[in-house]
């Protein structure tokens, strides 16, 4: 059971890389939603720490970031290098997960 569940976080994991990789100036404005998603999914599963809630307030920021470059029309330069730091959020957040201790809960639900 651990392992599903460990397995369904590294999948919303995925999914903000996929998020952040795939964006574009239609959908950016469903970054943040989709940023705030995956990482609640990340705290009703996992211990308390502030190591993760550094790390998910990172994310969120950084793909806040992305996405108003991306919808204020930026240079591409500009936007590129804010999805690089998103990505780099993404992963500093998934380095912690990997290290992070699941809660004793209900199985969660792809």
Do not use: C
């Amino acid at each position: 059971m651990a392992e599903q569940a460990r397995d369904l976080l590294k999948r919303d994991i995925e999914g903000l890389r996929t998020d952040v990789l795939k964006a574009g100036v239609l959908n950016a404005k469903a970054l943040q939603e989709s940023a705030e998603t995956h990482v609640a999914h990340l705290h009703l599963a996992l211990h308390e720490l502030a190591e993760l809630h550094d790390a998910s307030f990172q994310v969120v920021n950084g793909i806040i970031a992305f996405a108003r470059q991306l919808y204020s029309q930026a240079a591409v330069a500009e936007s590129e290098k804010a999805r690089r730091g998103a990505l780099a959020a993404v992963d500093r957040l998934a380095e912690v997960l990997d290290r992070a201790e699941l809660r004793q809960v209900a199985p969660l639900s792809a």
